[in-house]
């Protein structure tokens, strides 16, 4: 790509030769215990190579797995240093895969899978209303609320006020406040609207009110610790700080409407994610619905717990009836009023569909979420797969989309539906 055509379309640079640029954990891979072939491996890989010379992703992590194996661990690109606006005296950071990088909206999954946690231990019960835990939320009319709609982005609130401070993200009391203050588009859970960082936030209060303890303390008891995640935390240590993966503005600047629903979705434009998404305020600050950091394999490892029915390595995370609520359809395929794209939700999750949906074609049992629209982290118990693309571009409409939907079908197609009597127990 010439440098004109960067400058137009805000790519990075990307060399010729990409195997200077790639990571590869070779003893992480296990394709042949899983039955995969060289071929597929091969293939799904080329598809990331392709979305990576677009040019809108700096950086990528992949995690694959296949029948509780890991058959893909690789990375390629730089986690800082070659932004579309870096200049080349700036120092080049290589993205490995133990690189940590901001899940942003994925956060919603894990997060979700907690309060359903909660249920589990008998502390909660989704069809409460939120103001039976919190009655502070009751004001504005929202007291009929209740955690299920909450969780699957009926809960009537999905923004935060358009002129509130971008500050206010990381001052939990001034955003419960705002919250609390604020008035429902709707209280009967009819009607989806995606809750960008509201639902992290109740959630969080919630959850907080009824443990007596943070949510990073309930994270890390009951997720992190327990499935022996290295970071897979709310933000990231101030000492770590230079370790996380920096976030581009990349691709071409969105023009109305797609301008407008990005606003509409995330409260600011583009630019202004990359500056609040780099600011260390916002990657120390605890933002349940979008600031979870870990690897590409981290979340792969979650997503690959659920596909066990909640069992990790031998360790019952939680109860198999608990990932089986957690990925239950809620409601029928609608239009969501904020991305205004149809969209079919558990409570927490996004889900597939048939003949195609968001997880790729005849992906009605596959469940997970999107992070900033171009991660891609989710899993599809009619294929026994787990999958994890992390990247650090921020595009929104561009040249890389047909990348990133051959991606999703290259993996779906080189891991083919599988016997029902083979599939694992959350399939049926």
């Known amino acids: 790509m010439n440098r004109i055509a960067r400058r137009a379309l805000h790519t990075c640079d990307v060399p010729k030769d990409l195997s200077a640029v790639t990571y590869r954990d070779a003893a992480g891979e296990h394709p042949d215990a899983a039955g ?22 700096p950086g990528l992590q992949l995690s694959v797995r296949h029948r509780g194996e890991q058959v893909l661990h690789r990375a390629i690109g730089h986690a800082t240093g070659n932004g579309p606006r870096d200049n080349a005296s700036v120092l080049k950071t290589p993205m490995t895969t133990e690189t940590p990088v901001c899940y942003f909206s994925a956060s919603k999954a894990v997060t979700a899978l907690l309060i359903h946690m909660l249920a589990e231990h008998g502390l909660v019960s989704l069809t409460d209303p939120v ?21 699957s982005h009926r809960g009537g609130i999905p923004a935060i006020p358009r002129e509130t401070p971008i500050d206010v993200l990381w001052d939990k009391d001034e ?23 509201t639902g992290g936030f109740v959630l969080q209060r919630v ?50 409407p797609v301008s407008w629903i990005v606003s509409r979705a995330l409260g600011s434009d583009i630019r202004t994610v990359e500056q609040v998404s780099n600011d260390p305020r916002f990657q120390e600050a605890v933002i349940p619905a979008g600031n979870l950091c870990g690897t590409a394999e981290e979340m792969g490892r979650f997503f690959q717990m659920m596909l066990n029915g909640g069992v ?43 003949p195609v949906g968001l997880w790729g074609p005849q992906s009605r049992y596959a469940f997970g979420h999107i992070g900033l629209i171009n991660k891609l982290c989710w899993a599809d118990p009619a294929r026994d797969i787990s ?41 049926a």
């Not at 071929?39 to 809108?56: C, K, N, Q």
């Not at 989309?401 to 539906?417: D, I, M, Q, S």
Request: with cysteine; proline share 6%; hydrophobic share 40%.
């Open 312 to 354: 990790w390595n031998g360790k019952r995370i939680c109860s198999e009836m608990t990932v089986r609520r957690a990925i239950q359809q809620f409601g029928s395929l609608q239009i969501d009023r904020t991305m205004m794209i149809p969209m079919r939700f558990s409570a927490g999750m996004m889900l597939g569909g048939n």
């Open 207 to 256: 959850l907080e009110k009824v443990t007596g303890n943070s949510i990073e303390h309930y994270l890390d008891t009951h997720l992190r610790q327990p499935m022996g995640m290295k970071w897979f935390t709310y933000g990231i240590a101030p000492e770590h700080l230079h370790e996380l993966a920096t976030n581009y503005a990349t691709g071409p600047t969105p023009r109305f």
């Open 131 to 151: 103001a039976y835990y919190c009655p502070e939320f009751s004001r504005g009319g929202k007291r009929t609320i209740t955690l299920h709609q909450v969780l």
């Open 387 to 427: 999958v994890s693309l992390l990247n650090t571009g921020i595009p929104i409409v561009g040249h890389h989309l047909p990348a990133l939907a051959k991606f999703v079908y290259t993996v779906c197609n080189r891991f083919p539906l599988i016997p029902e009597s083979q599939r694992p127990l959350v399939a």
């Open 175 to 197: 955003i419960w406040r705002l919250l609390c203050q604020a008035k429902p588009v709707e209280v009967d859970g009819a009607k989806v609207a995606y809750h960008a960082v």
């Open 36 to 57: 995969v072939s060289s071929e597929a491996i091969d293939a799904i890989w080329s598809s990331v190579e392709a979305l990576y010379r677009t040019g809108v992703h």
